[in-house]
């Protein structure tokens, strides 16, 4: 009786590398691959200090910069995954340098400080009680044009 059996397909070396955008979207940096692909794309991801492609490889120990708006973090690979998991799983996958944890938590009080002293609006459209405000208010400032030569 002859059986299939199956082969085992993987390789060592394979199993090593995975694709940058993959491995930003397994560790939950990006919602999507795609988002994770237009990141790399647009420079907001550095490896090893330069910018890639989203094909790259990345390996354990390589060194990834992200930004995210007003927020950069600088992380080391751990572990590599190519599927996406929870987040207390994502965050096996690297840990971030002290150096960029430091950054992030000064950056984060500069911001509180500066907003600190601002009113908490809430934006919200005029009522009709507002705009009669302010036809009267342009109406009273508006300035006419001077005929004088």
Do not use: C
Request: proline share 3%; aromatic share 6%.
């Amino acid at each position: 009786m002859h059986r299939n059996k199956k082969k085992n397909t993987t390789d060592d070396s394979k199993s090593e590398k995975i694709r940058l955008d993959k491995w930003l979207w397994a560790a939950r940096f990006y919602k999507t691959r795609s988002l994770a692909t237009e990141a790399i794309k647009g420079g907001k991801v550095h490896l090893n200090g330069q910018r890639v492609k989203p094909s790259h490889y990345a390996e354990q120990g390589h060194s990834v910069r992200i930004k995210k708006g007003s927020i950069e973090q600088t992380v080391i690979i751990k572990l590599l995954s190519a599927k996406r998991g929870s987040a207390s799983i994502a965050q096996t996958l690297y840990e971030e340098t002290e150096q960029s944890k430091a950054q992030r938590e000064k950056s984060s009080q500069e911001r509180k400080a500066f907003f600190a002293g601002m009113p908490q609006h809430t934006v919200r459209r005029p009522s009709k009680k507002d705009r009669r405000k302010i036809i009267q208010f342009k109406h009273d400032h508006a300035t006419l044009p001077d005929d004088t030569p």
